[in-house]
Structure formats: structure tokens, C-alpha cells
């Protein structure tokens, strides 16, 4: 099992070959602007860990092999189909996971990050994902949501505090910031934070929070200031084995069943000062500011469905014979392929065109960001829908993994925004570029 450091030398080989995958090199933006310096390509902004260097091409494929033979090793068919038929995450697949060095793909190195970026984190989410959809699912919870939340936000001690155990594997990494009644519309939340004597004690519930039930560190948003709407949020880093806190139930879900989903309950959970994340009642600022990153890094896992969805249907119609021919050679059969081939490539086209411009040219586009999501996750629903027909009557038995990827894939259309608010967000992106043109 390969280590950080391995890993890290893997992924910079010195020497770069093109070796064969069984998924084409990433599709980049051939746009995407490149700063150079005299000792080479180099761009740091404030999303990157300082003296970040982007991956090139042959960088990304060699790093693309070391997950696809993890996957191989860690996470065949068997272990994601156990994971979805028991709806429990494979408790050992944290270490696994941290000891590959994926957990901190975007922190700094002297907390036991890899400091790779974004591309390369979309990387390893498309390869889970194509694995399982559930486990890559914990692990964006985990390494985007809560880790980069953390590297992007946190302060010096906060990040050498929490960083090493999360990125290591030992602790698990939450987000919470949905409740039943405040999922779109944040700022309707009900969770409070009353602040007493050496910090705050926090008391209400979040809803659909995936790793809650296993957390150990969660980024908690809640109102401070209840009566300022979007300027009175604040976000802390709160210990699950803090007294009052607790997981009320483990939701049982449709699809993404492993990826631990639960209500958690804050009973005047006391949270000290030093653990706000950003400033009192700037919480809205600390979520904006991973939101776009969030949305890039989780589109990565409906291109790594999609793949698997072709991954189960081009043998299969290559192999099942009607009237004496593969059913492959059938041209109804051959156009839904060619579709889903389509989708998959344009989908994998966009999102890596908008993680290089991130890496490349510290531009963080969001209506590209909710953008790359929205076309990848409905992509990938219709092509497992296309990958259930095209295995006909097998496609409809739980003996074949083409119901997991549907139940897994509409996940993307519903969570980290719907596709109905990802198209609020690209609409509004457009109103702020051209309001001059109003006026």
C-alpha cells in the first residue's frame, strides 16, 4: 500500500510515460491559461497551499493509475456491492484511504497533505466513484468538505490541531449544514449558538449529514446573531465526543447506501472560541468560500458512475447474442452507447476544463462550477438508465451492479444543491456580469 510520500513521488514522476489506463487521460481545457515562471509553471492563489505547483497532463494520468490499482485492490465489485446491500461504510477503507495520501489532496504538506489541487482531487473522486459511488461520496464529505474547509479557512493551531488526524484516516470529517426545514435556503436555518464564557453553546439538529454518523470533527454552521439573516452565521469546528452531541438516527436511503447519512442533535454542546472557523457571524463567507470547490470536486463523481455505467455495458452487448449476432451490432444498441460515450466525455471535458482553470489560473468561475455538476449529474442518470435497458431483463435484477449506479447517480441532481437551485446560481452568476447593462 503505497504511503504519502510514495504517493507524492508517484504522482511527479520524473520521469513521465503514457502508460495505458483503463480510462482516457483527463480532457482539458486547452483555454485554460498557464502562469510561467523562470524555474517553471507555477501558480499559488488563495485556494492552493503556498508554492503550489500544477500537475501537468502525464502527472494526472500516472496519479489516475495509483487510484484505478488501489481500486482494484481496496475496492472491487464485491466490496461495493456488500457495502451497498449492508448500507454500511467499510470501516476499514478510512485507514486504506489515508495511508494512499488521499484524504488531503488539497492541504498542506506539513500536516500530511499532498497539496496536489483540484484536478487531481476530481482525480481520485471520478476513480472511487467508479468503484462505488457511496464510499467516493464519504470520502468527498470528508476530504472536500470537511479537510478543505479546514485547509481554506482554518487558522495555523486549527489546522495543525485537526488536519493530521483527519488526513491520516483516524478521524472521520463531516459537514452540517442542512436542517428538515433549511436545505436550499440557508439562511432560514434554526441551529443557535449562544455565546458564554470562553465560547458558545450550540443547540438545534442537522438533517441528511453525510459521515454523521461516524464524525468525529464537524464543521457545524448556526446562528449567532439571529436577527442579522445571512451576516449573523457563524461556523465551528466542533468534537462529536463533546458533551450533549448526538446522532439521533442513521437515515436509510434509496441510494448511496454505506455513505453513513444521519440527524445529529446539539444539546448546549459546548464549543470553545478557539474552534470558530473564520470570524463570528462570518460564517456565510467561510461556506461561499469552499461552495464553488465543493460543487467542482463533487462533479467528479457522476463522470466516474457514467464510466462505470459503460464500464458494465459495453461487454454486455458485446457478449449477449440475439438472432445470432452480438446485440451490439443492433444500431438502436449502438446509438445509446454512443450517447453515453458522449455524455461521459463531454461531462469529463467541462469538469477538468474548470479544475485546470482553479490550478492553473486561480479562477473560480461559479456558474462554471455549478455548471460542471448540474450537466454531469443529469448526464449520469440518463446514462444509468441507459445501462439498465441495454442490459434488459438483467439490468432489472440486484445480480448486476446497473440499479446501484442509478440509485447512486440521482444523488447528484439532489444533494449539494438541486439542479433546480444549480440553475438559480448559473442565472444569477449572469444577472451580476451584465447588470451594468440594466442600469
Not at 446491500?85 to 485507514?95: E, L, Q, T, V
Not at 435556503?185 to 438533517?207: C, H, I, N, Q
Not at 451576516?231 to 450533549?244: M, N, R
Request: glycine content about 10%; aromatic content about 6%.
Amino acid at each position: 500500500m503505497a504511503s504519502m510520500k510514495a504517493l507524492r513521488v508517484l504522482a511527479r514522476p520524473t520521469r513521465h510515460s503514457l502508460s495505458a489506463t483503463r480510462t482516457p487521460p483527463a480532457l482539458v481545457s486547452a483555454a485554460a491559461v498557464t502562469q510561467a515562471t523562470p524555474q517553471g509553471r507555477r501558480y499559488a492563489s488563495s485556494k492552493h497551499p503556498a508554492g503550489f505547483s500544477p500537475p501537468s497532463a502525464a502527472d494526472l494520468s500516472e496519479l489516475r493509475e495509483r487510484v484505478q490499482e488501489f481500486t482494484r485492490r481496496e475496492l472491487p465489485e464485491e466490496v461495493a456491492a456488500a457495502t451497498d446491500k449492508s448500507n454500511a461504510f467499510p470501516a476499514d477503507m478510512w485507514a486504506k484511504l489515508g495511508d494512499a495520501g488521499f484524504l488531503g489532496m488539497t492541504a498542506d504538506e506539513d500536516v500530511g497533505g499532498l497539496g496536489l489541487g483540484y484536478q487531481a482531487h476530481c482525480v481520485v473522486m471520478e476513480e472511487l466513484s467508479r468503484a462505488s459511488g457511496s464510499v467516493a461520496l464519504s470520502y468527498a464529505a470528508h476530504s472536500q468538505l470537511c479537510v478543505n474547509q479546514l485547509q481554506l479557512n482554518g487558522t495555523p493551531a486549527q489546522k495543525q490541531k485537526y488536519l493530521p488526524g483527519l488526513i491520516a484516516g483516524t478521524k472521520v470529517g463531516a459537514l452540517a449544514m442542512s436542517e428538515s426545514g433549511a436545505g436550499s435556503d440557508v439562511v432560514s436555518m434554526r441551529t443557535a449558538a449562544k455565546e458564554v464564557d470562553g465560547g458558545f453553546l450550540l443547540t438545534g439538529t442537522k438533517m441528511w449529514i453525510t459521515n454523521g454518523p461516524d464524525a468525529d470533527v464537524v464543521v457545524v454552521y448556526a446562528k449567532t446573531a439571529p436577527d442579522a439573516g445571512s451576516k449573523g452565521i457563524t461556523a465551528f469546528i466542533v468534537e462529536t465526543a463533546s458533551e450533549g452531541f448526538s446522532c439521533a438516527r442513521k437515515l436509510d436511503k434509496m441510494g448511496m447506501r454505506g455513505s453513513n447519512t444521519g440527524e445529529l442533535v446539539f444539546d448546549a454542546v459546548f464549543v470553545p472560541t478557539e474552534n470558530v472557523l473564520g470570524q463570528v457571524n462570518g460564517g456565510v463567507r467561510v461556506l461561499m468560500e469552499g461552495l464553488d470547490l465543493e460543487r467542482l470536486v463533487l462533479s467528479a463523481g457522476p463522470l466516474g458512475l457514467m464510466q462505470a455505467a459503460l464500464d458494465v455495458a459495453l461487454p454486455f452487448t458485446h457478449q449477449r447474442k440475439q438472432f445470432g449476432q452480438p446485440i451490439a451490432h443492433n444500431q438502436f444498441v449502438q446509438g445509446r452507447l454512443a450517447d453515453m460515450y458522449t455524455k461521459l466525455q463531454a461531462s469529463r471535458a467541462y469538469t477538468y476544463a474548470t479544475a485546470r482553470a482553479v490550478d492553473e489560473a486561480g479562477e473560480v468561475r461559479t456558474q462554471d462550477c455549478a455548471g460542471a455538476i448540474l450537466y454531469a449529474a443529469e448526464r449520469a442518470t440518463e446514462s444509468a438508465l441507459d445501462c439498465i435497458q441495454l442490459l434488459g431483463g438483467m439490468g432489472y435484477v440486484e445480480e448486476m451492479p446497473a440499479s446501484r449506479l442509478l440509485r447512486d447517480a440521482k444523488l447528484y441532481e439532489i444533494g449539494a444543491g438541486t439542479s433546480e437551485i444549480r440553475r438559480m446560481v448559473i442565472g444569477r452568476a449572469f444577472n451580476k456580469e451584465y447588470k451594468h447593462l440594466g442600469a
